[in-house]
C-alpha cells in the first residue's frame, strides 16, 4: 500500500518552482538514479539548474511518464544538496561527492536511500534548427484574423466527447475539457446524475479509454509521444488506481476484451523482446498478468493471435521468411495445425467465430485469396473450407460486420466504404433500426458509438463532411432519440464546405478516386488556389468522406483542398493496391498530378496557385512533389515527413523490424542495385539542387516511426543552400502532435505560411 502511494504522489504535480542559495558550478546538470520501494524500482530523475537568485529543480519519473515536475524549493550549501516538494511531501537530500549525489528520499514519514550520478540530458536531433516562437509568430502574423472562424474554432478540442456507456448502462464516461485545455475522464451515474472524476489528465496525454466492467474503466497513456504505451486502470469512484504494465521500454496492446471474465482481459506486450509481442491475460484489478503463449522463434514470429470470447488461444499467423504468413489453427485447444500458407500480399482474417451456429469451429472470414475484392465468407477452420459467401462488392473491398451478443450472435449487418460509408442490414431488428436511423439523419455517417449489453440504451454518433459531430442517446423501448451533445456546435453546418466525391483517370488508364473540397469562391466560378494533400501510410490507407477539420481551416480561407486515393490506397482491392508497390514516388505521385490535372479542367483552381500539404508519408510526398516537379508548385508543408528513405529504413521502431522485408516489398530494398538508384532518385535529402520553392517542416521530436533526423537534415541541407525554411519542433510531440496548443500552433503557422506564399497579392504580415 505505501509503494502505490508513493508512486501515486509522485504523480500528482504541477506547481511554479522556486530556488535559493548558491554554487552552481557542480550541482547544475541531470541527475539520474533508482528509488528502491519494496522491490520495485522506480527510475528518477532530477534535472538543476541557476537561477538568478540560486537554484531551481525539476524531477522526472520516467517509469510513470511523468516529466519536468517543478519542485518547490532547492538549495545547495556546503555540498549538501536539499529538495523539496511540499505538497506531495517529498524531500530529497544528498551529499556531492565529484559526480555522485549520495542521500536520502523521504515521502510521507517513509525514508529510501537514493544515490543518483550525473548524466548527459539531451534532446532528441540538433537543437539548433528549429525556429524560434517569437519568428513562428510571426510567420502565424501574415494571416488575417478576420475570418468568421478562428484556427481554435477548428482545432480546439471538443467542451465534452468520447461518451460511452457502461455495460449494464448504470453509467456514462466520457472527457471533458478543462480552462488549461486537460481532458479529464469523468463517469456520470445516469439514475442519480452524480457527476466524478475519476481520470485526471496530467502532464501525458490519456491516449484511450474505456469500459472494462460496470465498475472499472482501463485506459493507456505513452510518454510524449513515443508510442510505448502502458495500460492502467480505476474503479468508477476514482479508487484503486493502478498502473497495470509499469514496464520501462515496453508497448502494450489490448487484443481482447472478455465480457465473460470482467476482472480479465487479454494484451500483447514486447516485455521479452521489444521486436516482437506475446499475449498475456492480465487481471485489471491486481495487475497480475499470466502468460498465454511464447513467441519464441524471433527470425519468424508471431504476429497475431486468434481468441475467442472466452479467452482461449484459437489460432495464430506466424512469419516465415519475413514475407510470408503461416496461419495455424486448434482443434483441441493444445495442438495448432498449420491450415494454410499465405504470401503477406494475401487477405485472410477472422472478423469473429460464429457462436450461433453448434459447430465451434465456424467463423466469419474475410478474404481475397480467390477474389481482387476481399469479400466475407462463413468459413469451417478446422475444414480449411468456404460454407458460403455472405457478402461482397463489385468495385470495393468489404470486411465490416456486427454481430448481436444480446440475440444469440445474430447478424446485424455488413458494412464497406465507398464513396461514403455504407451499412447493409441483415437482421429484421437492424433492418429496423436502421430504417428509422436514415429517415431521422438522411445524408450522414451513422455509427454505433456503443449500446449496453442488453441493448436497452445506445448512443449514435452522427457526422457529414459539414457536420463536426453530435451524439444521439436513443432509447429502443419508447423509440425515442434525444440529442446528448454537439461536440462543436460554433461551426454552423450553414457555413462548412462540401466535400465532393470525384473519379478520373490516371495518365496510364487506373480509374482513380479522391475528393475535393471548395469554398464558396470556387462555387461563385472564381479560380482559386488549390492546397493538395496526399494522404499518410502509404500502404493500405485511404481518404474518407466525413468531417475533416483542415480542409474546413482551408476552405473558411478561399482555399480548395484536394485528396487523391492514389495506387497503393486502401479499399480497392489487392490489384490496385499492389499497382504502387515500388512505385512510391514516382506513380504514386503521377496520380497526385494527374487529380491536380483534373480539378484546373474542371475549372476550380488556378494552375499556378497551388501548394502541397502533408503527414508522415503525406509529408514525403510534399518532399518529393517540390523535388520531382518542382515548377506546380508554389510552396510545401511537410509534417513528420520523411526525406531519406535509406534513413527511414534504419531508424524505424524494434517492433517494425520483423517486417522490414514486406518494407522493402512496398518501397524499395537497397540491396537490389536498381532499387537502390531508385531510392536515391526518389529521396528528396539527395534532391536538394531541385528544391526552389518556399517549404515549411513540423516535427515532433519523439516520433518512433519517422524519426527526427528525417526532418533535421532536409531543414540543415536547405538552409546550407540559403533557404529560409521555417522548422516547428515539439520536444513533447511524437508523430503528429496530439497536444491541443501544439496543434492550434501548427497551423496558426502554416496558414501563415500559406497567407506568405500563396495568395499572390499578399505582400505584407498582416500586423508586425
Same mark, same amino acid.
Given at each position: ?5 508513493l508512486?501515486?504522489?509522485? !504523480? ?16 547544475t ?9 519494496q522491490g ?13 537568485d ?14 519536468? =515536475?517543478?519542485?518547490?524549493e ?8 536539499t529538495i ?98 486537460k ?23 490519456i491516449?484511450?479509454?474505456?469500459w472494462?466492467?460496470?465498475?472499472r474503466l482501463?485506459?493507456?497513456m ?10 492502467? @486502470? ?62 519464441e ?13 472466452d ?22 485447444g493444445e ?16 472478423a ?24 466475407i ?7 480449411d473450407?468456404?460454407?458460403?459467401? !455472405? ?10 460486420l ?25 437482421s ?30 445506445y ?17 429502443? @423501448? ?9 461536440l ?18 490516371s ?8 475528393? =475535393? ?10 479560380k ?38 492514389f ?39 488556378d494552375?499556378?496557385?497551388i ?22 508548385y ?7 515527413g ?8 534504419k531508424?524505424?521502431?524494434?517492433y ?5 522485408? =514486406? ?17 536515391k ?23 518512433p ?64
Amino acid at each position: 500500500m505505501k509503494r502505490i502511494t508513493l508512486k501515486l504522489t509522485i !504523480l500528482a504535480v504541477l506547481f511554479l518552482a522556486m530556488a535559493t542559495q548558491v554554487n552552481a558550478q557542480d550541482i547544475t546538470g541531470s541527475w539520474k538514479g533508482k528509488l528502491s520501494v519494496q522491490g520495485t524500482e522506480i527510475p528518477l530523475v532530477f534535472d538543476i539548474t541557476t537561477t538568478d537568485d540560486g537554484f531551481t529543480s525539476t524531477m522526472d519519473s520516467p517509469s510513470q511518464g511523468a516529466t519536468g =515536475i517543478p519542485m518547490d524549493e532547492t538549495t545547495f550549501v556546503n555540498d549538501t544538496l536539499t529538495i523539496k516538494f511540499t505538497k506531495a511531501g517529498i524531500k530529497y537530500v544528498a551529499t556531492l561527492k565529484q559526480t555522485s549525489l549520495s542521500g536520502t528520499f523521504y515521502q510521507s514519514g517513509m525514508e529510501f536511500p537514493l544515490t543518483l550520478t550525473k548524466t548527459e540530458k539531451t534532446l532528441p536531433g540538433d537543437t539548433s534548427l528549429p525556429t524560434s516562437d517569437e519568428e513562428l509568430e510571426k510567420l502565424s502574423n501574415w494571416n488575417a484574423t478576420n475570418y468568421k472562424y478562428s484556427v481554435e474554432d477548428y482545432f480546439a478540442r471538443p467542451k465534452a466527447r468520447s461518451f460511452n456507456l457502461s455495460p449494464n448502462g448504470n453509467y456514462m464516461s466520457y472527457r471533458e475539457k478543462d480552462e488549461n485545455a486537460k481532458n479529464h475522464v469523468y463517469v456520470k451515474n445516469l439514475k442519480t446524475g452524480e457527476i466524478k472524476r475519476v481520470i485526471e489528465e496530467k502532464e501525458e496525454l490519456i491516449r484511450g479509454f474505456g469500459w472494462a466492467n460496470e465498475n472499472r474503466l482501463v485506459y493507456v497513456m505513452d510518454k510524449g509521444g513515443n508510442e510505448d504505451y502502458h495500460l492502467f @486502470a480505476v474503479n468508477i469512484d476514482g479508487s484503486n488506481q493502478k498502473e497495470l504494465t509499469p514496464f520501462d521500454g515496453v508497448k502494450v496492446n489490448i487484443l481482447n476484451g472478455l465480457k465473460e471474465d470482467k476482472d480479465h482481459m487479454i494484451i500483447s506486450m514486447n516485455q521479452n523482446n521489444p521486436q516482437i509481442f506475446e499475449p498475456y491475460k492480465i487481471n485489471i484489478v491486481t495487475g497480475e498478468l499470466k502468460q498465454l503463449y511464447k513467441n519464441e522463434d524471433a527470425a519468424n514470429p508471431i504476429n497475431s493471435y486468434i481468441f475467442d470470447k472466452d479467452g482461449n488461444l484459437r489460432g495464430f499467423v506466424k512469419m516465415r521468411d519475413g514475407v510470408n504468413m503461416d496461419f495455424y489453427y486448434t482443434v483441441d485447444g493444445e495442438n495448432y495445425e498449420l491450415k494454410k500458407q499465405l504470401n503477406w500480399k494475401d487477405s485472410f482474417s477472422i472478423a469473429s467465430f460464429n457462436y450461433a451456429s453448434n459447430n465451434p469451429h465456424e467463423a466469419y472470414v474475410v478474404s481475397n485469396l480467390e477474389t481482387d475484392k476481399t469479400q466475407i465468407f462463413l468459413y469451417d477452420l478446422k475444414e480449411d473450407k468456404v460454407i458460403k459467401k !455472405l457478402f461482397s462488392h463489385e468495385e470495393y473491398d468489404v470486411s465490416g460486420l456486427s454481430l448481436s451478443r444480446h440475440r444469440g450472435y445474430e447478424l446485424d449487418y455488413f458494412s464497406y466504404e465507398g464513396e461514403k460509408k455504407v451499412i447493409v442490414p441483415v437482421s429484421d431488428y437492424a433492418k429496423k433500426l436502421y430504417k428509422k436511423l436514415n429517415n431521422k439523419f438522411p445524408g450522414y455517417n451513422i455509427s454505433v458509438a456503443d449500446v449496453t449489453d442488453d441493448e436497452s440504451k445506445y448512443l449514435f454518433f452522427i457526422q457529414s463532411d459539414k457536420l463536426y459531430g453530435t451524439y444521439y442517446s436513443y432509447d429502443p @423501448a419508447k423509440d425515442k432519440f434525444e440529442l446528448l451533445y454537439n461536440l462543436m456546435p460554433n461551426l454552423k453546418e450553414s457555413d462548412m464546405a462540401e466535400m465532393r466525391p470525384i473519379t478520373f483517370k490516371s495518365r496510364d488508364g487506373l480509374t482513380l478516386h479522391g475528393y =475535393i473540397t471548395l469554398p464558396k469562391e470556387a462555387l461563385n466560378g472564381e479560380k482559386v488556389p488549390l492546397i493538395v494533400n496526399p494522404h499518410g501510410g502509404p500502404q493500405g490507407i485511404r481518404d474518407s468522406w466525413g468531417f475533416n477539420p483542415e480542409v474546413q481551416l482551408f476552405a473558411s480561407r478561399g482555399y480548395a483542398t484536394l485528396q487523391v486515393n492514389f495506387r497503393i490506397s486502401g479499399g480497392y482491392g489487392k490489384t490496385f493496391l499492389e499497382s504502387g508497390f515500388k512505385q512510391i514516388g514516382r506513380k504514386a505521385m503521377d496520380d497526385v498530378e494527374d487529380g491536380i490535372q483534373y480539378v484546373i479542367d474542371q475549372g476550380w483552381v488556378d494552375k499556378d496557385n497551388i501548394a502541397i500539404y502533408g503527414a508522415s508519408h503525406g509529408g514525403y510526398a510534399v518532399l518529393r512533389g517540390l523535388t520531382k516537379t518542382p515548377d506546380l508548385y508554389a510552396c510545401g508543408v511537410d509534417y513528420v515527413g520523411v526525406s531519406n528513405i535509406f534513413t527511414f529504413m534504419k531508424t524505424i521502431p524494434p517492433y517494425w523490424k520483423p517486417y522490414l522485408k =514486406i518494407i522493402k516489398e512496398i518501397w524499395y530494398d537497397e540491396d537490389v542495385p536498381e532499387e537502390k538508384a531508385i531510392m536515391k532518385e526518389v529521396s528528396p535529402a539527395f534532391q536538394i539542387d531541385k528544391i526552389k520553392k518556399p517549404l515549411f517542416v513540423a516535427q515532433g521530436a519523439n516520433d518512433p516511426r519517422v524519426n527526427i533526423d528525417e526532418s533535421d537534415q532536409i531543414v540543415k541541407a536547405l538552409r546550407a543552400k540559403g533557404f529560409d525554411v521555417p522548422y516547428m519542433v515539439k520536444y513533447n510531440e511524437g508523430h503528429g502532435f496530439a497536444k491541443e496548443e501544439n496543434s492550434i500552433a501548427l497551423y496558426k503557422a502554416m496558414m501563415g505560411f500559406f497567407a506568405k506564399h500563396l495568395n499572390k497579392n499578399m505582400k505584407q504580415p498582416i500586423k508586425d
